[in-house]
């Protein structure tokens, strides 16, 4: 994932095609001769290419430097880190646990997180302490000498490069284990790499010419990592990215919600999202392959929760306004329907299956519980159903199955669910938990992580007095989202990332059956 967000048309448009065109007829056209003219064609279209391809990868930012370049472009950074910043921040001792001695150590960043996001200079800590610090900037308010225009620039112009080392190491471009939030006031995806569960990257929608309120939601990944999947709730669409963050397919799509994907099949799942009144009564399928789709149609209103059974394929989606869950069976599209009853509605929120397949459990929103359901059975009648705090939304299973985990969203906790004995094995609470939102554990299972949405809320919702305060006030950020990491083995908190505006969505490679 060594490439900056960028969109790139493999095939020319229409109005490039005739421009070319044009050219070849002009040159054929004048008094040189024919094959001179088209010689002379194809040596100024070969330069063109030859230029492109030189330029750096993903940052469309010119040619490749070379290694004298690079180690002389990395020395001007660290002049700067010598300069003005190691005499705190150097060593075992250094301040806020942040080294910048080194190349090394300053991609390590700080004991709270990452210090700088490469390709994203703006976003990087970095740069917002050292010009947009409140009593600041950084470290005027210590009586310390701040950085010069020329000194930020450096610095900027270095992380926008993908903050290369002298030699021209990118960081993290070969993080194998992701996660992805879904930032939904912001039009913005934080990617995060789950080894040292600090932000990486940043995929900013609005270049590709998104709006600002596109609203991506939810996210669902590959097995291999090689691809992942955005729903966008107000702009209607859903988008497939490679690996390296560049868009590469996109279909329209009816106020897109939840994501899954069949990891032994070929299909991508679509359900609708919680803001649409009455949205068509359908799920997407969709061949992930070349994104081609169609919507089936499942009978229930606003089908919300959805998951796929590993092994089966089945899929599985409930209604937000009705006690009815719907199974689909994609190899001869048959569908069957499930009425719980119930005096009032449940509305699922989220559904998580096994990674065996055995189990699947569903979140309501209205009734506070996780209901179990055994996926052997014949019916989808639950085997149990669990008492939660306020407002459940998306579960996630650790890869073993032995652990369930849920954000409580109105509550501002989590529950961690026992699955041997189907019980409440602990409540979390602690700073980060802030309206609850997605889920989802690292594939190792050693980290479980609950996105918050940190939003302004009328009291009686959310526990209206905690809300979260970001560690630094840059002005402006003041509801920053968080992911919270927590520790399986501890089942505590063990560390808040700090993201863009309104947590949403999480979601890592998708676990083969």
Same mark, same amino acid.
């Given at each position: 994932?060594?490439?900056?967000?960028?969109?790139?048309?493999?095939?020319?448009?229409?109005?490039?095609?005739?421009?070319?065109?044009?050219?070849?007829?002009?040159?054929?056209?004048?008094?040189?001769?024919?094959?001179? $003219?088209?010689?002379?064609?194809? +040596?100024?279209?070969?330069?063109?290419?030859?230029?492109?391809?030189?330029?750096?990868?993903?940052?469309?930012?010119?040619? %490749?430097? +070379?290694?004298?370049?690079?180690?002389?472009?990395?020395?001007?950074?660290?002049?700067?880190?010598?300069?003005?910043?190691?005499?705190?921040?150097?060593?075992?001792?250094?301040?806020?646990?942040?080294?910048?001695?080194?190349?090394?150590?300053?991609?390590?960043?700080?004991?709270?997180?990452?210090?700088?996001?490469?390709?994203?200079?703006?976003?990087?800590?970095?740069?917002?302490?050292?010009?947009?610090?409140?009593?600041?900037?950084?470290?005027?308010?210590?009586?310390?000498?701040?950085?010069?225009?020329?000194?930020?620039?450096?610095?900027?112009?270095?992380?926008?490069?993908?903050?290369?080392?002298?030699?021209?190491?990118?960081?993290?471009?070969?993080?194998?284990?992701?996660?992805?939030?879904?930032?939904?006031?912001?039009?913005?995806?934080?990617?995060?790499?789950?080894?040292?569960?600090?932000?990486?990257?940043?995929?900013?929608?609005?270049?590709?010419?998104?709006?600002?309120?596109?609203?991506?939601?939810?996210?669902?990944?590959?097995?291999?990592?090689?691809?992942?999947?955005?729903?966008?709730?107000?702009?209607?669409?859903?988008?497939?990215?490679?690996?390296?963050?560049?868009?590469?397919?996109?279909?329209?799509?009816?106020?897109?919600?939840?994501?899954?994907?069949?990891?032994? $099949?070929?299909?991508?799942?679509?359900?609708?999202?919680?803001?649409?009144?009455?949205?068509?009564?359908?799920?997407?399928?969709?061949?992930?392959?070349?994104?081609?789709?169609?919507?089936?149609?499942?009978?229930?209103?606003?089908?919300?929760?959805?998951?796929?059974?590993?092994?089966?394929?089945?899929?599985?989606?409930?209604?937000?306004?009705?006690?009815? %869950?719907?199974?689909?069976?994609? &190899?001869?599209?048959?569908?069957?329907?499930?009425?719980?009853?119930?005096?009032?509605?449940?509305?699922?929120?989220?559904?998580?299956?096994?990674?065996?397949?055995?189990?699947?459990?569903?979140?309501?929103?209205? +009734?506070?519980?996780?209901?179990?359901?055994?996926?052997?059975?014949?019916?989808?009648?639950?085997?149990?159903?669990?008492?939660?705090?306020?407002?459940?939304?998306?579960?996630?299973?650790?890869?073993?199955?032995?652990?369930?985990?849920?954000?409580?969203?109105?509550?501002?906790?989590?529950?961690?669910?026992?699955? !041997? +004995?189907? !019980?409440?094995?602990?409540?979390? &609470?602690?700073?980060?938990?802030?309206?609850?939102?997605?889920?989802?554990?690292?594939?190792?299972?050693?980290?479980?992580?609950?996105?918050?949405?940190?939003? !302004?809320?009328?009291?009686?919702?959310?526990?209206? &007095?905690?809300?979260?305060?970001?560690?630094?006030?840059?002005?402006?950020?003041?509801?920053?989202?968080?992911?919270?990491?927590?520790?399986?083995?501890?089942?505590?908190?063990?560390?808040?990332?700090?993201?863009?505006?309104?947590?949403?969505?999480?979601?890592?490679?998708?676990?083969?059956?």
């Amino acid at each position: 994932m060594d490439g900056k967000f960028q969109v790139i048309n493999i095939e020319a448009s229409e109005p490039e095609r005739l421009c070319t065109y044009d050219l070849a007829l002009f040159l054929m056209e004048t008094d040189v001769k024919a094959t001179t $003219g088209f010689l002379l064609f194809i +040596t100024v279209i070969g330069a063109a290419l030859v230029a492109t391809a030189s330029a750096a990868p993903g940052d469309g930012a010119g040619p %490749i430097e +070379t290694a004298s370049e690079q180690a002389a472009h990395y020395a001007d950074v660290q002049e700067v880190f010598d300069t003005k910043c190691v005499s705190c921040h150097t060593g075992p001792e250094a301040a806020r646990g942040l080294s910048l001695d080194s190349w090394e150590s300053t991609i390590a960043g700080s004991d709270h997180g990452e210090a700088v996001i490469a390709y994203d200079a703006a976003r990087s800590l970095l740069i917002e302490l050292t010009t947009k610090f409140v009593g600041g900037p950084h470290p005027i308010e210590l009586d310390a000498e701040g950085l010069t225009d020329d000194e930020v620039e450096v610095l900027s112009t270095w992380i926008n490069a993908g903050a290369p080392s002298a030699s021209g190491e990118i960081p993290f471009a070969d993080a194998e284990h992701l996660l992805y939030a879904a930032n939904q006031s912001e039009a913005v995806v934080s990617v995060i790499d789950m080894e040292t569960n600090q932000v990486v990257r940043t995929v900013d929608l609005q270049p590709l010419g998104l709006p600002a309120n596109a609203w991506p939601h939810h996210i669902a990944v590959e097995p291999d990592g090689s691809y992942w999947y955005l729903s966008l709730i107000a702009s209607n669409q859903i988008l497939k990215f490679d690996r390296q963050n560049e868009l590469v397919a996109q279909i329209d799509f009816v106020r897109p919600g939840l994501l899954a994907v069949d990891p032994a $099949g070929e299909n991508l799942y679509a359900a609708r999202s919680m803001a649409a009144v009455s949205p068509p009564q359908e799920i997407g399928v969709i061949r992930r392959s070349d994104m081609s789709f169609e919507e089936v149609g499942i009978f229930i209103p606003r089908p919300h929760a959805l998951a796929v059974q590993p092994g089966t394929g089945t899929v599985f989606t409930a209604s937000l306004s009705v006690n009815q %869950i719907a199974s689909f069976y994609p &190899e001869d599209e048959a569908l069957e329907l499930a009425d719980l009853g119930g005096d009032r509605p449940h509305t699922f929120i989220g559904f998580a299956t096994s990674p065996d397949g055995r189990w699947m459990v569903g979140t309501t929103e209205l +009734t506070a519980s996780v209901f179990v359901f055994d996926l052997e059975q014949a019916d989808m009648i639950p085997v149990d159903t669990i008492a939660v705090n306020a407002a459940p939304w998306h579960p996630t299973f650790t890869p073993d199955g032995r652990w369930v985990y849920v954000g409580n969203n109105w509550d501002n906790t989590a529950t961690v669910i026992d699955m !041997e +004995t189907r !019980e409440v094995a602990k409540v979390i &609470e602690g700073n980060g938990l802030a309206q609850p939102h997605g889920a989802a554990t690292s594939p190792d299972g050693r980290f479980a992580y609950i996105a918050s949405r940190n939003l !302004e809320m009328p009291p009686g919702h959310s526990k209206y &007095e905690h809300m979260y305060t970001p560690r630094y006030d840059t002005g402006g950020n003041a509801r920053a989202g968080t992911v919270v990491v927590i520790d399986t083995a501890t089942q505590e908190i063990v560390k808040v990332i700090e993201i863009e505006g309104y947590g949403a969505g999480l979601g890592t490679a998708a676990r083969m059956p």
